[in-house]
C-alpha cells in the first residue's frame, strides 16, 4: 500500500471578534517560528524538532500564549520549511565557468544560507482534534487560538467527498488572504501501490518549453503537448512585469507582487491539467519515465532571445510532483532516469554525437545510418528505452555513451 495525499482548502466565516483572534494567534505563532529559524540558523541547521524542543520548549510556554500543541507545531513547520528549502539547493548546484571555458558544478547545501529562512505571514499549522475539530454534524469547524477555542462556520465547496470514505484528515494551516480566512488540510488515503508484475505500460516523457511534453510509449505511439500558446503568455508576463520594473512607484511594486501571484497560479493550473492529461490518456499500471533535471539546464538556442530564461522559472518539479501523486491514485508509477545523451543517441544504431541534433529544424538526423526524427520526440524514445532498463531491474537506468558502431 502507499499514501495518497491532497490538500482540501475550507472558506472559514468569522466575525469581527474571531478575526482579531485569530490574527494575534497567527502573529505569535509567526514570532515564534522567526526565533526558531534563527536558532537553527545559529546552530548548524539541527533539521529534528525533538531536538529544537529540547532546547526551545520551556522558554516558549512560560513566555508564550500558545498551547503546548501549538509550541511544537512551530517547530515541526520551521523543520519542514528548511528541508524543503535544503532539497531546492539540492537540485540547482552553483554553477560557474572556469578559466578553460568549462563549466564546474559545486553542490549547495543550507550552510549556503546567508540568514535565517523569514517567516513573512502570520500563519498556523493546527493539529486535528488538538487545535482543530469538527463539530455539531460537521456543520462547524472548532479551531484553538490563544488560551480558548472558537467556532465557526465554513464551506467545502468541491471538497465534499473527501469527507467520506477512507480519507484522513490530517494537519491544517490556517491562511489569511486577501481579508478571508481559508483552512487548508493535508488529508491521505491507502490505496494499492504500484505492481511490476503483469507488464506494465511504459511511458517517455521528455519535458521542454517548446513542447511542455513528449511522451512516447511502449506501442510506440507519439503525443506531443504544445508550448507555444505558453511561451507567448509567458512573454506578457514577461513584458508586463518589466513596465511595472521601469516605473518603480510604491503601487507598481504592489502590481509586481500580484502579477507574480497570478502567473504562479496559472502555471499551477497548467502542471495540474498537464499532470491530469497525461494520467488519463495511459491510465493504471503505467511507468511514467521522466529525466531526473536536477542541475540540468535546457539548450535555448531555438528560443527568442526574451525566453531564453524562461526554462529557470518554470515549474518543472512541480509538474512531476503532480505527475507522481496522480500517477499514485491509479496504481501507476513516476521512474527517473540519468538524462545524459537522451538527446543525442541515435535509437537505431545507438551513435551518440551531439552534432545529430539540429536545433535550427528541431530534427535528429544520424550520421551513421541516417535514421531521423523530431529530437522531441527522440528524447522521449530513449527515455522509455531507460524506463525498459528499470522495469528489467537495473537500478539506476542510464545511456552509456557510444561514439561509432562495428
Known amino acids: 500500500m502507499v499514501k495518497l495525499g491532497r490538500t482540501i482548502k ?49 522558554k516558549f510556554r512560560q513566555e508564550s500564549a500558545l498551547n503546548s500543541q501549538m509550541v511544537q507545531s512551530v517547530f515541526r513547520t520551521v523543520v519542514a520549511r528548511y528541508k524543503t528549502v535544503q532539497e531546492q539547493m539540492k537540485q540547482h548546484a552553483y554553477r560557474y565557468k572556469a578559466t578553460d571555458n568549462k563549466w564546474i558544478q559545486i553542490p549547495r547545501d543550507l550552510t549556503w544560507l ?35 477555542r472558537t467556532k465557526l462556520a465554513f464551506t467545502n465547496k468541491g471538497f465534499e467527498d473527501y469527507f467520506q470514505g477512507d480519507w484522513k484528515l490530517g494537519t491544517g494551516k490556517l491562511v489569511h488572504n486577501q481579508g478571508k480566512w481559508f483552512l487548508h488540510i493535508g488529508i491521505t488515503k491507502d490505496v494499492a501501490d504500484f505492481d511490476r508484475e503483469g507488464s506494465p505500460k511504459i511511458v517517455g516523457i521528455d519535458r521542454g518549453l ?13 503525443t506531443f503537448f504544445d508550448g507555444q500558446k505558453i511561451l507567448l503568455r509567458r512573454k506578457k508576463f ?17 502590481k ?28 493504471s499500471h503505467t511507468v511514467f519515465v521522466l529525466e531526473d533535471l536536477t542541475n540540468v539546464t535546457f ?53 551518440i ?41 537495473v537500478k539506476r537506468p542510464k545511456i552509456q555513451k557510444l561514439t561509432t558502431t562495428g
Open 256 to 283: 509586481l507582487k500580484q502579477l507574480a501571484q497570478r502567473e504562479n497560479r496559472w502555471m499551477t493550473d497548467v502542471n495540474h491539467r498537464l499532470a491530469k492529461t497525461l494520467v488519463a490518456l495511459y491510465g
Open 353 to 393: 554525437a551531439k552534432t545529430n541534433r539540429h536545433h535550427d529544424t528541431h530534427e535528429y538526423w544520424c550520421a551513421q545510418c541516417q535514421y531521423r526524427c523530431n529530437d522531441d520526440r527522440l528524447g522521449a524514445m530513449n527515455i522509455e528505452m531507460l524506463g525498459q532498463d528499470w522495469l528489467n531491474g
Open 210 to 222: 517548446r513542447f511542455l511534453a513528449t511522451s512516447y510509449d511502449h506501442l510506440g505511439k507519439t
Open 238 to 254: 514577461l513584458e508586463n512585469r518589466r513596465r511595472l520594473q521601469s516605473k518603480g512607484s510604491k503601487s507598481a511594486k504592489k
Open 299 to 351: 539548450n535555448t538556442e531555438d528560443l527568442p532571445k526574451s525566453l531564453r530564461n524562461s526554462h529557470r522559472s518554470w515549474a518543472f518539479f512541480q509538474l512531476e510532483a503532480f505527475l507522481t501523486y496522480k500517477a499514485q491514485a491509479v496504481q501507476s508509477t513516476v521512474v527517473k532516469v540519468a538524462p545524459a545523451y537522451t538527446s543525442q543517441r541515435c535509437p537505431r544504431c545507438g551513435l
Open 114 to 148: 546567508e540568514k535565517p529562512i523569514y517567516f513573512r505571514r502570520p500563519q498556523a499549522d493546527l493539529v486535528r482534534q488538538s487545535n482543530y475539530s469538527f463539530v455539531n454534524g460537521m456543520t462547524q469547524i472548532s479551531i484553538t487560538t490563544l488560551g480558548k
Open 10 to 58: 475550507l472558506r472559514l466565516y468569522l466575525d469581527t471578534i474571531q478575526a482579531g483572534e485569530f490574527l494575534a494567534m497567527t502573529q505569535e505563532y509567526q514570532r515564534l517560528a522567526n526565533i526558531v529559524s534563527q536558532w537553527v540558523f545559529d546552530h548548524d541547521f539541527p533539521l529534528s524538532w525533538l531536538k529544537i524542543n529540547n532546547h526551545l520548549y520551556k
